[in-house]
T-cell receptor, first 111, second 116 residues
């Protein structure tokens, strides 16, 4: 079945540091790929998505590129802020519309 | 636009007791999902509704879990009787279209259940 493997953390960075969160997937067909973020005390929010190979999703300074050849969708941000502290989930969605999530990675950014 | 509403936000019960969670999706969203998120894990789908029809309940433990979505709007998820292993966050999500499109799912804040 479909599955997602992502860095689990927790990770602590200083403000303005570079962030990479690795995500790889296993899926049949051509899934859509997502990054969701969960800020403290809030529900899951879609951060960005990509629906086909080589698409780049971007939002709030975060980027991720759908790499079919390496089955990856790594999340990057060039300069993190304290407000980026949250739990980040990589997810895929196949034909059934069911979202399959990774385990999540908790990021803490210190001033 | 109001988001997905869930209640209660927190619930503490003793094992073997029943519990119910309520979800009101975003207006106009015909697809509704219930997910369970165990501590330190990503959410896992329990059931998906298209309007009032449960189209994917393969992951729902039917011996103790039940769900309904009367009139294709609000939904209730019930556990009876609850077990210690049911402690988790129960998330409701909705999306604006049915099967065939990869539409964004909008999540509610969840109900944190603790079974003692």
């Amino acid at each position: 079945g479909n599955s997602v493997t992502q860095m689990e953390g927790p990770v602590t960075l200083s403000e303005e540091a570079f962030l990479t969160i690795n995500c790889t997937y296993t899926a049949t067909g051509y899934p859509s790929l997502f990054w969701y973020v969960q800020y403290p005390g809030e529900g899951l929010q879609l951060l960005l998505k990509a629906t086909k190979a080589d698409d780049k999703g971007s939002n709030k300074g975060f980027e991720a590129t759908y790499r079919k050849e390496t089955t990856s969708f790594h999340l990057e941000k060039g300069s993190v802020q304290v407000s980026d502290s949250a739990v980040y989930f990589c997810a895929l969605q196949g034909g059934s519309e069911k979202l399959v999530f990774g385990k999540g990675m908790k990021l803490t950014v210190n001033p | 636009e109001a988001g997905v509403v869930q209640s209660p936000r927190y619930k503490i019960i003793e094992k073997k007791q029943p519990v119910a969670f309520w979800c009101n999706p975003i207006s106009g969203h015909n697809t509704l999902y219930w997910y369970r998120q165990n501590l330190g894990q990503g959410p896992e789908l329990l059931i998906r509704y298209e309007n009032e029809e449960a189209v994917d309940d393969s992951q729902l433990p039917k011996d103790r879990f039940s769900a309904e979505r009367l009139k294709g709007v609000d939904s209730t998820l019930k556990i009876q009787p609850a077990e210690l292993g049911d402690s988790a966050v129960y998330l409701c999500a909705s999306s604006p279209r049915g099967a065939g499109g990869h539409n964004e799912q909008y999540f509610g804040p969840g109900t944190r259940l603790t079974v003692t």
